[in-house]
């Protein structure tokens, strides 16, 4: 599975498309969080068509650099569709730092962020697992760096005591690009899944 494929179309535009999230596989061990997850420590999955779900509800989706820049949205240059995989993103990407960071093969793969609005926890041997159902989809993210933890979450100050969470994965990168003096140099990356272990 593609997670991150780049493609240098010009000094200033680039398109950055792969997997996001793949639905209905466990992930890696994470650490307690907060709120829902402040439990032991526990394994995650998405249900199929929580994405669909959520894009559907037509509410502006951002597209950001490390969670924090942003840098488009459903509105302007990212598309999002969930598929039998999961959820899948194609950007184009105008951003002079990112392109950059795309030439020099720096980019490492996609996060996403949402809040929780359904989830059901069963075993899985002596762990629990925590299945979502249904998700307020904020933001997909597109890396730089394989994150620390493939699992976090912040609470959102105000009055709701909803929990902002994130989930990284990394791998499986290619770059192609004719106008990329490196495009031809750099090796495709094949690394481990991080949050997804096969089934």
């Known amino acids: ?22 639905v209905e596989r466990d992930s890696r061990i994470m650490p307690k969080g907060k709120g829902a997850t402040a439990v032991r420590s526990f394994v ?11 894009i559907k509800r037509g509410t502006p989706i ?14 302007s240059n990212l598309e999002l569709y969930e598929d039998n995989i999961g959820l899948y993103a194609r950007a184009i990407i105008s951003d002079t730092e990112v392109i ?4 020099r093969g720096e980019l490492r793969g996609w996060s996403f962020g949402f809040i929780s609005e359904g989830e059901s926890w069963d075993k899985e041997g002596e762990l629990d697992r925590r299945t979502l159902e249904d998700i307020d989809l904020k933001e997909v993210s597109i890396l730089d760096k394989t994150p620390a933890y ?9 009055e709701e005591s909803n929990v902002f969470e994130t989930r990284g994965i990394a791998g499986n990168i290619k770059l192609i690009g004719k106008e990329s003096p490196k495009a031809n140099s750099l090796e ?3 690394k481990e ?5 096969e089934r």
């Open 44 to 54: 995650e999955r998405v249900r199929a068509g929580t994405f669909d779900k959520a």
């Open 193 to 197: 899944l991080e949050i997804l272990k």
């Open 62 to 75: 951002e597209l950001r650099f490390n969670h924090d820049k942003i840098i488009g949205d459903t509105t």
């Open 150 to 158: 493939f699992g976090t979450s912040i609470e959102v100050r105000g």
């Open 188 to 190: 495709i990356y094949e």
């Open 1 to 22: 599975m593609r997670i991150l494929q780049i493609e240098i179309r010009s000094s200033n535009e680039a398109v950055i498309s792969g997997y996001v999230n793949a």
């Open 100 to 103: 950059e960071k795309a030439q």
